[in-house]
């Protein structure tokens, strides 16, 4: 139990579109997820944490008109990089609690997607 | 949320029993320690976690110290597959989990 799936695992784009990422809770429900960024031969970075039916709520230093991030639903959050640089290139991961664990469901532990790799040339 | 602190690489022998070591003197008291894995190119995989006792599932053991500043994470029989990067964190009352730079283990045949 407590997948979570992440699409697409990898994405080549040009400079200056946009790419979607897709995060899913595939046997559960979510009301927070939350999105990575990780640099080559670095840790991850926590970018937002993204909540079911509200605003998304950024890192300091993030730029949440450059990260769009939308939880329409229980079990999706989906992360579009707007107007990509190379710059933004990076491993993008996502994470949700997972329903019930020691501790209760506060302290259940995260689990997380696969990543997406995105290159922007 | 607590900072942590691990050194930056190990190594073990195949077979033998794997201890990573983690400082988190600043945890709070309602804070529990969570531990994750990351194999090259793949996201975090959780391993376990607690809040005082120590706990061990399929994956591993936690031993936490009375004072709750430090752990360590055991497993017990290293195979090549569990060469990884181990992350100990806390999650304190944002739930966010903050990562350190974690230990990368080598486990050697």
């Known amino acids: 139990g407590a997948v979570v799936s992440q699409h697409p695992s990898r994405v080549i784009c040009k400079s200056g579109t946009s790419v979607k990422i897709e995060c899913r809770s595939l046997?559960?429900?979510?009301?927070?997820m939350f999105w990575y960024r990780q640099f080559p031969k670095q840790s991850l970075m926590l970018m937002a944490t993204s909540n079911e039916g509200s605003k998304a709520t950024y890192e300091q230093g993030v730029e949440k008109d450059k990260f769009l991030i939308n939880h329409a639903s229980l079990t999706l959050s989906t992360l579009t990089v707007t107007s990509a640089h190379p710059e933004d290139s990076s491993f993008y991961i996502c994470?949700?609690?997972?329903?019930?664990?020691?501790?209760?469901?506060?302290?259940?532990?995260?689990?997380f997607g696969n990543g997406t790799r995105l290159t922007v040339t | 949320d607590a900072k942590t602190t691990q050194p930056p690489s190990m190594d073990c022998a195949e077979g033998r029993a794997a201890n990573l070591p983690c400082n988190h003197s600043?945890?709070?008291?309602?804070?529990?320690v969570y531990w994750y894995r990351q194999i090259h190119s793949q996201g975090p995989q959780y391993i376990i976690h607690?809040?005082?006792n120590n706990e061990t599932n399929e994956m591993a053991s936690l031993i936490i110290t009375e004072d709750r500043k430090s752990s360590t994470l055991i497993l017990p029989h290293a195979t090549l597959r569990d060469t990884a990067v181990y992350y100990c964190t806390g999650r304190g009352n944002t739930g966010k989990l903050i990562f350190g730079q974690g230990t990368t283990l080598q486990v050697k045949p």
């Open positions: 994470s949700a609690r997972s329903p019930s664990g020691t501790g209760g469901s506060y302290n259940s532990p995260l689990h």
């Open positions: 607690g809040l005082k």
């Open positions: 600043t945890i709070s008291g309602n804070e529990y």
């Open positions: 046997d559960f429900q979510a009301t927070t």
